[in-house]
């Protein structure tokens, strides 16, 4: 089975700073890993995915990832916020090879962009 | 760019009445799932379901739930006597079915049950 653990549920940053949004997993298999954000009143989209090749992954909206298989962590990183960066970010894991395998979600990270 | 829909947005009802939740997947996907959200906890996996039937379904879906696609397009959930703990945002999700691709979800929908 698969954990996702989220550090921080809360998140407050300064407009134009830079941003750093924490995710480690747990897994006895490899692991797929994505990043979803969820705008209020909206759904989730999907922001980024790691599913092999490069550990460094990039996304929508300017947004960035790195997986690390030594620390089980997928870091999302972003290097200077906007306003409408405020959402609400998940991370998620499913196991590798098993197709169409529902999606593990971390508790979520609130980021709030203050002006 | 195709959306998964999903109606309604909000939904009340009272604890023990059914309530039906719909999702209507983007056209050329063939693989659905539901998850739900309980207020300020992780999204969860629910079910799973491919070629009108259940692939997958967690510990939570217990009898009380119901899948099906009754005409083809729709995709819908079915709760048969609701409980208090059922109040949670439903989100429907949709892959073509091919592989470990992208989920799309629905915006969701809120359920409170009184």
């Known amino acids: 089975a698969q954990s996702v653990t989220q550090l921080d549920s809360q998140v407050p940053v300064f407009e134009e700073a830079p941003v750093e949004l924490r995710c480690n997993y747990s897994?006895?298999?490899?692991?797929?890993l994505f990043w979803y954000v969820q705008y209020p009143n909206q759904g989730l989209q999907l922001l980024l995915k790691y599913l092999s090749g490069s550990t460094l992954v990039k996304g929508i909206n300017g947004f960035e990832a790195e997986f690390n298989k030594s620390q089980t962590s997928f870091h999302l990183r972003k290097p200077s916020v906007h306003i409408n960066d405020t959402a609400e970010y998940f991370c998620a894991v499913s196991p590798q090879g098993s197709g169409n395998t529902p999606l593990v979600f971390g508790k979520g990270t609130r980021l709030s962009v203050i002006a | 760019e195709p959306e998964v829909t999903q109606t309604p947005s909000h939904q009340v009802t009272q604890m023990g009445q059914e309530v039906i939740l719909r999702c209507v997947p983007i056209?050329?996907?063939?693989?659905f799932y539901w998850y739900r959200q309980i207020l300020g906890q992780k999204v969860e996996f629910l079910v799973s379901?491919?070629?009108?039937?259940?692939?997958?379904k967690s510990e939570i879906f217990d009898d009380q739930f119901s899948v099906e696609r009754p005409d083809g397009s729709n995709f819908t959930l079915k709760i048969r006597s609701t409980k208090l703990e059922d109040s949670a945002m439903y989100f429907c999700?949709?892959?073509?079915?091919?592989?470990?691709?992208?989920?799309?979800f629905g915006p969701g929908t809120r359920l409170l049950v009184l």
């Open positions: 056209s050329n996907h063939l693989y």
């Open positions: 379901f491919y070629n009108n039937e259940i692939s997958e």
């Open positions: 897994s006895s298999v490899s692991v797929y």
């Open positions: 999700a949709t892959t073509t079915g091919q592989g470990q691709e992208t989920q799309y």
